[in-house]
């Protein structure tokens, strides 16, 4: 299994990073063929896991419409058409209840496949957001879309590490957080991560985003640290709520010893709309 795991997390590691590293139009395709198949996918893995709970979705219809929406971000599309995409959807919604012949189960899909659409497109459309900023200059939406996806996996990694070797100093004793939901979250794990997520965000903000970072500017990347660890957490828990509900282990079985999309994007659902709109306030206020 770590052999398989391992595999699956270095041909995604290179895909991305030549995706983020070639600062040209190549670059920019890559990316928007990784992000359209993403999306494709986790949209189709949270309809097919909805299912077991009864519930059904319009899985194909709405993972096409995802994954347009997300391909128009990524060739540049401005908020304006990006609020009309998103009013087209609704409307195409209303549309198929209208000529649903009074069917229930016409009434469930509907309102399933809008909520689980928005509920996962709009992180990953800002994913796209990120990365497009100054795609006609100097590129540096690549380095903070970097900067998020390393401090995001570092802040999990380092929860993961601090935990189990502290319940392994505890001898299995260490403190749960939410053992009905993630079994293997622990107080000391949350903590340790955070510190070290805290601590090497103001390192990566200084090797790609900022070359120095002064006394008064350094609660930047410090506030970047805390607000991106909270938000993988919250992220990973939902995910596990919802396999839980689904009575489902993973999301699928794409990567192997990993798991679906939806198990590799699932630290963003918080974290892409949060970095986005953090970049927008305090550091990219005049665009």
Not at 24 to 42: E, P
Not at 106 to 113: E, P, R, T, Y
Not at 159 to 172: C, D, F, P, R
């Amino acid at each position: 299994m770590f052999f398989l795991r391992s595999i699956s997390f270095v041909i995604l590691v290179t895909l991305f990073l030549f995706a983020v590293l070639m600062k040209n139009n190549n670059g920019l395709v890559l990316f928007t063929v990784l992000a359209a198949l993403g999306v494709f996918g986790v949209i189709c893995e949270a309809c097919t896991m909805l299912q077991n709970t009864g519930r059904h979705a319009y899985k194909v219809s709405s993972a096409i419409i995802a994954t347009i929406m997300v391909v128009f971000v990524m060739r540049g599309a401005d908020i304006t058409t990006i609020f009309l995409m998103i009013t087209l959807f609704i409307m195409f919604n209303w549309i198929i209840l209208l000529f649903s012949g009074l069917d229930e189960l016409v009434l469930d899909k509907v309102i399933n496949s809008a909520a689980i659409t928005f509920m996962l497109t709009v992180p990953m459309m800002c994913l796209g957001l990120i990365y497009t900023i100054g795609e006609s200059g100097d590129y540096m939406g690549r380095n903070y879309l970097l900067y998020l996806i390393i401090v995001t996996k570092i802040g999990d990694t380092a929860a993961y590490i601090v935990g189990t070797l502290s319940n392994k100093i505890l001898k299995g004793k260490n403190h749960k957080i939410v053992p009905n939901i993630s079994p293997k979250k622990s107080w000391e794990g949350t903590i340790g991560g955070l510190v070290l997520s805290t601590l090497l965000s103001v390192i990566f903000w200084l090797i790609l985003i900022e070359n120095e970072v002064s006394a008064t500017n350094i609660t930047i990347p410090i506030v970047a640290g805390v607000l991106l660890f909270i938000g993988g957490f919250c992220g990973d828990l939902v995910e596990s709520v919802f396999k839980r509900i689904c009575k489902v282990k993973d999301s699928a079985k794409i990567f192997p010893g990993m798991g679906g999309v939806f198990d590799v994007v699932d630290s963003l659902i918080f974290n892409a709309p949060i970095f986005y709109f953090f970049l927008k306030v305090f550091i990219i206020k005049e665009t």
